[in-house]
Nanobody, 120 residues
Framework: QVQLVESGGGLVQAGGSLRLSCAAS????????VGWYRQAPGKEREFVAR????????YISDSVKGRFTISRDNAKNMLFLQMNSLNRDDTAIYYC?????????????WGQGTRVTVSS
């Protein structure tokens, strides 16, 4: 089992920046693909960014490309999302995710989310 706890959300003005953190416990995130998803009010959860374990390749949603950067620190068992040039469309609850496939079975873990509100 992997427990994930997000932090760093809050209220920020448009054009501002926030850095989200996700602390993992219970098991090392080494070996897991890790990423960020978000859910805006009245919308479905959507993919934001992911870093695969092997190969270590990052994938970024087109909607945040050039503004958001994802990184991971396996030694500290943490995942980060640097968000710059925020706009109102980025207002959402942001969720941390860790996933892997073991012997054909997918293991998928989610945090409780951290709220980001961007004001104009």
């Amino acid at each position: 089992q992997v427990q994930l706890v997000e932090s760093g959300g809050g209220l920020v003005q448009a054009g501002g920046s926030l850095r989200l953190s996700c602390a993992a416990s219970g098991r090392s995130i080494s070996g897991y693909d890790v990423g960020w998803y978000r859910q805006a009010p009245g919308k479905e959860r959507e993919f934001v960014a992911r870093i695969n374990w092997s190969p270590s390749v990052a994938y970024i949603s087109d909607s945040v490309k050039g503004r958001f950067t994802i990184s991971r620190d396996n030694a500290k068992n943490m995942l980060f999302l640097q968000m710059n040039s925020l706009n109102r469309d980025d207002t959402a609850i942001y969720y941390c995710n860790a996933a892997r496939v073991v012997f054909g079975t997918r293991q998928n873990y989610w945090g409780q989310g951290t709220r980001v509100t961007v004001s104009s």
